[in-house]
Structures are given as C-alpha cells and as structure tokens.
Nanobody, 123 residues
Framework: QVQLVESGGGLVQAGGSLRLSCAASGRTFSGYAMGWFRQAPGKEREFVAAISWSSGRTRYADSVKGRFTISRDNAKNTVDLQMNTLKPEDTAVYYC????????????????WGQGTQVTVSS
C-alpha cells in the first residue's frame, strides 16, 4: 500500500505561483509513475501532469503547458508541481496519484490517491 499526502495548496492571486508537494510512504515507491489531477466543483476530475519513475518522461494537459512543471525526488519519495502564472480557472482540489502505467492521463491508470489539497486563485 502507498500512502500519498499532498501539501502546499492555498489562496493566491491571479498571476501568482504555488508549489504543491506530494509525499509518499508505505510500500516501495519504486517503478511508479506519478500524476497530478484536479477537480473543480461540479466538474469531473481532470489530468494535469504526470512524470515517469526515472523522470525521463513528462506529460502535461494543454491547459497548463508552459505554466506548470512536475518534478520528483525518488530519494525523498516526493513529487512536486510548480504552478506559475495561475489563473482563476486553475481553482480546484489537486490530487496526486501513483500508478504503474507510464505517464497516463487516465485516472483509472492510477492505483493510489492522496486526499487532495485546495488551490484557490482569485481574480
């Protein structure tokens, strides 16, 4: 079992930045791709970004390309999401997830999920 805990959410003005972090614990983290998803009120959970185990491959939703950067530190069992130039439409609960499918954008490809952290971007 892998436990995932997100942190770093909060309230920020449009154009600002936030850095989310996800810490993994439990069974070995080895081999897992990591993803970030988000869910706004009344909307389905949507893919944001993913990174392979080796960090050799990353994938981003079109809506965040050029603004968000995903990274990971396997020695620390953490994965981060640096979010720049935030927009009000980025407001959502952000979840990290772990799965063995390489940088998939499908929520069903991920086996473990955190509880989420709220990001609110004011206009």
């Amino acid at each position: 079992q892998v436990q995932l805990v997100e942190s770093g959410g909060g309230l920020v003005q449009a154009g600002g930045s936030l850095r989310l972090s996800c810490a993994a614990s439990g069974r070995t983290f080895s081999g897992y791709a990591m993803g970030w998803f988000r869910q706004a009120p009344g909307k389905e959970r949507e893919f944001v970004a993913a990174i392979s185990w080796s960090s050799g491959r990353t994938r981003y939703a079109d809506s965040v390309k050029g603004r968000f950067t995903i990274s990971r530190d396997n020695a620390k069992n953490t994965v981060d999401l640096q979010m720049n130039t935030l927009k009000p439409e980025d407001t959502a609960v952000y979840y990290c997830a772990a799965g063995l499918s390489l940088t998939s954008s499908r929520p069903t490809a991920y086996d473990y999920w955190g509880q989420g952290t709220q990001v609110t971007v004011s206009s």
